[in-house]
């Protein structure tokens, strides 16, 4: 089956950063294509949902934080063909993405570990910049690094109050 012809999964997602900068991230063991990888929480919209209302619902969902604000704005679109265990089938997926600032530094999760094995979930962990640099693993989105540099720099969404304040952001931008 050509990719065109996949069926379409509509999601929300979160990037949810730490006051260091660290961004959560969950490991996920997927069948091909997608593969083993990293993702920010997030899933597919449901009935009545708009992406920032199923990004929000998604979070809480993931994480259990009821008190986190996610930010209106979009800051990423990004298109894969992946499985969608829930779906149990090969899907196209259109993931919308927006920010959450998570007031304390690596945050533990709340009472979620049921919901991550029934999701797939096998690992939560909070990365640096350095760190997304350095691995070889994937990690979605594509280039979430310099996506988080391209946030800190230009201010968006509260990501940094000043320039320089992300690991790895020149002071001078």
């Known amino acids: 089956m050509d990719e065109t012809e996949l069926p379409v999964r509509l999601a929300g997602r979160v990037i ?33 949902e708009d992406y920032y209302a199923a990004a929000r619902r998604e979070l809480t969902e993931e994480t259990g934080w009821t008190d986190v604000p996610v930010a209106p ?22 993931d919308h993405y927006f920010v959450a600032r998570v007031a304390v530094a690596e945050r533990p999760l709340g009472e979620v570990a049921a919901m991550h094995v029934s999701d797939g979930i096998h690992e939560a962990r909070w990365w640096t910049l350095a760190e997304l640099d350095a691995t070889g693993q994937a990690v979605y989105p594509l280039g979430l690094a310099e996506l988080l540099r391209r946030l800190g720099r230009s201010g968006r969404s509260g990501l940094a109050a000043s320039p320089g304040q992300w690991p790895g952001t020149p002071a001078s931008s």
């Open 73 to 94: 704005g979009e800051v990423h679109l990004e298109s894969t063909v992946q499985w969608a265990g829930g779906m149990r089938r090969m899907v196209r997926q259109h």
């Open 16 to 48: 949810p950063i730490d006051p260091a900068g660290r961004v959560l991230l969950f490991r996920y063991d997927d069948p091909p294509p997608k593969g083993p990888h990293w993702a920010t929480p997030g899933g597919g919209i449901e009935a009545g």
